[in-house]
């Protein structure tokens, strides 16, 4: 089966990720083929309790093998258990991180799996 790449991210910083070929933005969502800004204000996410089911339904819908979820740079965002039963139900593996250690996995796995992330560039 023939798929695009998840993107690259080239540029991590405090309030600021990088893509190719995406804007620049705070908090990102990216999968196989593209990406998008992870607007929060769309689902009403918080930091606590954090990631929720809706906002990995778009990875799961693209077809994502691998998920990874970011915790932000000082560990602050959650991570629902609704979420990670969701994504067990559908047998996704997932992985959650620390931002810098998301973004690397992310990249390594970018290039030879579907792999989708959501990215959080702050606390």
């Given at each position: 089966?023939?798929?695009?790449?998840?993107?690259?991210v080239?540029?991590l910083?405090?309030?600021?990720?990088?893509?190719?070929?995406?804007?620049?933005?705070?908090?990102?969502?990216?999968y196989?083929?593209?990406?998008r800004?992870?607007?929060?204000s769309?689902?009403?996410t918080?930091?606590?309790?954090?990631?929720?089911?809706?906002?990995?339904?778009?990875?799961?819908?693209i077809?994502?093998?691998?998920?990874?979820?970011?915790?932000?740079m000082?560990?602050?965002?959650?991570?629902?258990?609704?979420?990670?039963?969701?994504?067990?139900?559908?047998?996704?593996?997932?992985?959650?991180?620390?931002?810098?250690?998301?973004?690397?996995?992310?990249?390594?796995?970018?290039?030879?799996?579907?792999?989708?992330?959501?990215?959080?560039?702050?606390?």
């Open positions: 089966m023939s798929r695009e790449p998840s993107p690259k080239n540029r910083a405090w309030g600021v990720i990088e893509a190719e070929g995406l804007p620049p933005a705070r908090d990102l969502k990216l196989p083929g593209g990406g800004e992870w607007d929060w769309e689902t009403g918080r930091h606590e309790p954090g990631i929720q089911p809706i906002d990995v339904r778009e990875l799961i819908d077809g994502c093998e691998v998920v990874i979820l970011s915790r932000g000082h560990l602050r965002l959650q991570t629902m258990p609704k979420t990670l039963g969701l994504l067990a139900d559908v047998a996704i593996a997932v992985h959650v991180l620390e931002t810098r250690a998301a973004v690397d996995l992310y990249n390594t796995l970018a290039g030879n799996k579907a792999v989708g992330a959501l990215l959080h560039s702050t606390c």
